[in-house]
């Protein structure tokens, strides 16, 4: 549950400790604001992917469906700085898909928390493989990570990719060269 109140608390403690004056005008209302702004950023704690991916229906191929491009904004357990980018979810299905939507609510359910971009990826696979039982899943994520931009080395335009692979995509390489082709990325 995310608590307004404690939020509220941390914000005003915070700016103060940065030195700002929290009773300017500018700033009455941001502890508010931020605790709003947390109930989005934060709401894939609330959330639960099975109930997105469990809603299967049947179909006859079970050839590899790929969802790629899909935008995602996360934040660096670290520094609680954002980082976001693009997740590419390939699947192999066995005898039942989901609504393609379903994909891209699997990743807001674990981008909107306090995360590590390889902890994101495996969990997306996870959910994939645990909800909807495919023959396999493959999980590309790319992103860029403000704490690796805005401040410490500062190299903007870097650029970090992880990949989870789960059943046959495990066992059998020429998937994974196929999601590649697919895809159109070397990377
Ligand atoms: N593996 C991994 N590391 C991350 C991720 N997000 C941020 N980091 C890294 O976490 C590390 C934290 O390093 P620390 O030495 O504890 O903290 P720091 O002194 O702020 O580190 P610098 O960023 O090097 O200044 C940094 O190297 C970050 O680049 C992520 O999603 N996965
Ligand atoms: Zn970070």
Redesign the pocket.
């Known amino acids: 549950m995310i608590d307004h109140d404690k939020i509220e608390q941390a914000v005003r403690l915070f700016l103060e400790g940065i030195g700002e004056d929290v009773t300017r005008e500018g700033l009455q209302d941001t502890p508010d604001r931020i605790a709003r702004m947390c109930e989005e950023l934060y709401g894939g704690m609330e959330d639960d992917a099975s109930v997105h991916l469990s809603k299967t229906f049947s179909v006859d191929s079970n050839e590899m469906v790929i969802e790629k491009d899909i935008t995602f904004y996360s934040t660096?357990e670290?520094?609680i700085l954002p980082?976001y980018g693009k997740a590419h979810i390939a699947y192999i299905p066995d005898g039942k898909v989901v609504g393609l939507s379903k994909l891209a609510r699997t990743v807001e359910v674990f981008a909107r928390r306090l995360?590590?971009?390889?902890q994101l990826t495996g969990q997306i696979a996870d959910a994939l493989m645990e909800y909807m039982q495919p023959k396999g899943a493959l999980v590309m994520v790319e992103a860029e990570?403000m704490?690796?931009t805005m401040?410490?080395?500062k190299k903007p335009g870097s650029r970090?990719v992880t990949m989870a692979k789960r059943g046959v995509f495990e066992s059998d390489p020429s998937l994974e060269e196929r999601f590649f082709r697919m895809i159109g990325t070397n990377v």
């Open positions: 660096c670290h520094h980082f995360q590590l971009q390889e990570h704490c690796m401040r410490g080395i970090t």
